[in-house]
């Protein structure tokens, strides 16, 4: 491969000395080529890493799988954990490489399994180990194991998608988007207008027309045969399901007199049963949106009596054992009765999502809570039949955690569900112009403008991922200001502040919130800078307590990128704009910026709470101002920021 690209740089070094243009190209193409095999390669190395990598703990699993006693279950253990640890450094590697947002997310749908699952299946083996002859305890621990598999399978699937020689299922994107009412509504809708534009649609068109509306007809059965739908619901979506058949014959019928008879005023006629279809599918839309909606309000205590039940399990099978044992029988009942429950939600909440990584969060959602969810029960009867036992108790302790943890998932998916589809009339709406002077040329005065489609789908889901950011920060934050010693930690005060600027920025994305112009938003980024500017500094400082290792490593290999992104973040700020176009696109890379910082300040800050917990150290305190401060300014830069944090 080096030879190749060696001579074709002799070759164009030759041409330039020369003036055969044809030649100049020649030599390029062949040295982009080159280049491009070279990738290919490189790509195919990592690939193959990685590969070796899960096949590694696939053999481990295998292992752990068939020991027969405590002895040899640690060593397979111990390797075992050493397999996950470098194929979870290599899956978020090969994640982060990834351009396909679907394959993004299904990876890290895999990997959160693979994380969460290690504990279960260490926990489920003792106790499997401990109590031989207990199905309960087998089935457990066979479970973890199946689960863990299917996400490893899933990993080699997505790394080896998209190889030479793995292009067979390229398809298949179009079947996952197809496989939800949202996304065969809008196939059938994209269908329609293709039909408008060509003035008709011959027989292959026809028989896709068809075969979108058995889909979409199919999809909305989740909907209507729900126990948990509404009877208005139910009644409406049966309703215009009918109605769109119906708009859909008649433009059938326009197509077929068309393509036969030619007939002079089937235009009309077309155009007529065309926004017919496409007003019935939007109607169809609303209403899908609205029954899930409906649902998802009821997730969140949904998932808090599904909590206490799985505690009240907990509490009798350990304390009553199989003495209880109806009580045990009716608290199971009640808990697969909200589990179907919750899967039913997420099912309609997957139909709905309008982006590939929501819907794969819903899918496995749902997978999960399937799988796992009658587990709990399982574990239960472990312990009811060995109350006296550690192992069995810490297995159900273990598998209520996992428990805990799907329920969490599912009602932050509601609620960020919930949110997208927010229906109130002013959503979109808020003044997007430059202010006159700053990022900008235009001298005319701010007026609301509304974004289109494309221009709203695209900034929205870059604050969406930034918010989950944010969420994220605040969730470690959270761990810390319990204690009364961390009241005025400077690190969490800062992080704080820059969670909530973010959460204020990615409000604007929806057009809510304090953030009313552009403008707002480019200032909101500065002082985001600023404040990131700042914790660099404070973190910097508090390095010098941290002892020579690994942890310290990490710590600076985090801490070194922030003042580049910041940097970044500065420039886009301040580069200026001419024409909407323009400004959108700023809004759009400044979004960008902004979640690339904040990722890496959400690592540096969980890094030095890893190392003050490790090795005992005071974290930075702000030190109280015991000097006038200049009131003026003070009072100033809080107004300001008070608006715009929202």
């Not at 028989?207 to 059965?221: K, N, Q």
């Not at 999960?368 to 810490?394: C, D, F």
Request: hydrophobic content about 40%; charged content about 25%; glycine content about 6%.
């Amino acid at each position: 491969m080096s030879f190749d690209c060696f001579y074709t740089g002799r070759a164009i070094e030759r041409v330039c000395a020369g003036a055969d243009g044809a030649g100049m190209v020649s030599a390029a193409r062949a040295l982009l080529s080159a280049v491009t095999r070279v990738l290919l390669l490189a790509d195919m190395v990592v690939v193959r890493q990685l590969l070796l990598a899960k096949d590694k703990v696939a053999r481990s699993l295998d292992r752990l799988e068939s020991v027969s006693n405590f002895a040899e279950f640690v060593r397979a253990f111990t390797e075992f954990g050493g397999g996950m640890v470098e194929l979870a450094r290599l899956t978020a590697e090969r994640r982060a490489d990834l351009r396909d947002e679907r394959r993004r997310a299904q990876v890290a749908a895999a990997r959160n399994v693979l994380e969460r699952s290690t504990l279960m299946l260490l926990t489920s083996s003792k106790a499997c180990l401990r109590h031989p002859g207990s199905a309960s305890a087998r089935e457990n621990r066979d479970t973890v194991f199946c689960q863990m598999r299917r996400a490893m399978d899933l990993i080699h699937y997505v790394v080896r998608d998209g190889l030479p020689g793995h292009e067979e299922h390229a398809h298949e994107a179009a079947q996952w988007e197809a496989g939800t009412a949202l996304g065969a509504l809008r196939g059938l809708t994209g269908q329609v207008r293709t039909a408008r534009a060509r003035g008709g649609a011959d027989a292959a068109r026809r028989r896709a027309l068809a075969g979108t509306l058995r889909a979409l007809v199919e999809r909305t059965h989740d909907f209507t045969d729900s126990a948990y739908t509404s009877h208005e619901h139910r009644q409406r979506i049966l309703a215009l399901a009918e109605r769109i058949a119906y708009e859909l014959e008649r433009l059938v019928a326009v197509a077929v007199s068309l393509e036969e008879q030619g007939a002079g005023g089937g235009a009309t006629a077309l155009e007529s049963a065309c926004t017919g279809a496409t007003g019935a599918a939007s109607e169809l839309e609303r209403a899908l949106v609205a029954a899930a909606r409906d649902q998802a309000r009821d997730l969140a205590p949904l998932a808090d009596e599904a909590k206490r039940l799985a505690s009240d399990l907990a509490y009798i099978a350990s304390s009553c054992g199989e003495r209880e044992s109806e009580r045990l029988h009716n608290i199971a009942s009640r808990l697969h009765e909200q589990l179907d429950h919750i899967i039913e939600v997420c099912k309609l909440l997957r139909h709905i999502a309008m982006s590939e990584t929501l819907q794969v969060s819903a899918k496995f959602a749902e997978i999960n809570l399937r799988i796992y969810g009658p587990q709990v029960v399982t574990a239960a009867r472990t312990l009811a039949a060995h109350p006296n036992s550690a192992a069995a108790r810490e297995n159900l302790d273990v598998f209520v955690d996992m428990w805990a943890w799907l329920l969490a998932d599912a009602a932050r998916l509601a609620r960020e569900l919930l949110d997208l589809t927010d229906d109130r009339p002013d959503k979109q709406q808020y003044s997007s112009l430059p202010r006159p002077g700053k990022h900008g040329t235009t001298s005319k005065p701010l007026k609301a403008v509304r974004l289109d489609s494309d221009e709203q789908a695209k900034i929205a889901k870059s604050g969406l991922e930034m918010k989950m950011m944010s969420s994220e920060m605040d969730a470690e934050t959270e761990k810390w200001q319990g204690a009364a010693a961390d009241e005025n930690n400077d690190i969490v005060k800062r992080a704080k502040n820059m969670s909530s600027m973010a959460f204020a920025m990615y409000q604007f994305t929806k057009g809510e919130g304090r953030l009313n112009t552009t403008q707002d938003l480019f200032t909101q980024a500065e002082y985001f800078a600023e404040e990131a500017n700042r914790l660099y500094k404070i973190v910097r400082q508090f390095s010098y307590q941290v002892p020579a290792g690994a942890t310290k490593k990490e710590l600076l290999e985090h801490l070194d990128k922030v003042p580049t992104y910041v940097q970044q973040l500065q420039f886009t700020v301040k580069e200026p704009t001419v024409g909407r176009a323009a400004t959108f696109s700023k809004v759009d890379n400044v979004i960008q910026e902004t979640k690339h910082l904040m990722n890496v300040i959400s690592k540096v800050v969980t890094t030095c709470f890893d190392c003050a917990n490790k090795y005992t150290l005071c974290m930075p305190e702000r030190v109280p101002m015991h000097w006038k401060p200049n009131l003026q300014k003070a009072s100033t830069y809080k107004s300001e920021n008070s608006v715009l944090n929202g």
